[in-house]
């Protein structure tokens, strides 16, 4: 929590057009304490339509946002640590600064998202679909990607994480992924077929990451 995010509904810099939309969030903005450090209420934004809002620095840390519609949405600096965004459509949302620590992001569809410089740390995104998303120099440790379709992802200068806080990779999808001057350790194996699956690990997979320009990418085996 921090003094930081935008608590008021002056904060907001554009209010989604749908109603019901608007209403839930004007109605967690108003609950929300004066207190950065106060209890914060849950955000119940689950199933709605946020398209056109810009919601940019605002707190919505823990947000219920499970199959909601947030293509096209800006939440830049946004807080969203620990959100559920399960399911979620946001194509092309722009998450670029966000904090997204801990959050849910199970078989959302973010492709093309913006998520440059993104805290995504312990974030679990398994299964999710982030072709052509943006990640360059996010936070990925201990990110688990199992089974994320990565591919044409730009993941230039991002970090994989430490020796113990290494990105699980598990079967993500990334071919044609961009990954110069990325760094850090990751656990495969990894599809880095185009079309038909190409698994790599260990060795072979150290060896994948070096040719793509990301030679202090370390492969735990």
Known sequence: ???????TRGDVGAFPRD??????LEAYLDALPEDPEGFIPCFEGDGLDFSGADLSGLELLGACLDEAILDGVRLRNAELGRASLIAA????ADLSGALLRKAQGRACDARNALLVDADLRTCEFEEADLRNSD???ADLARAWLAGTDLRGADLRA?????PTSSTALLEARMADSRLDGATGHVSGPVDVG???PHLLDGDDLQRWFADHGAPEVE???
């Open 1 to 7: 929590m921090s003094e930081n995010f935008g608590r």
């Open 135 to 137: 990640l360059r120099g």
């Open 89 to 92: 459509s946001m194509r092309g």
């Open 158 to 162: 991002c970090d994989f994480g430490g």
């Open 219 to 221: 492969v735990h085996n």
């Open 194 to 196: 185009a079309e038909s």
């Open 19 to 24: 109603a019901a939309a608007r209403q839930a």
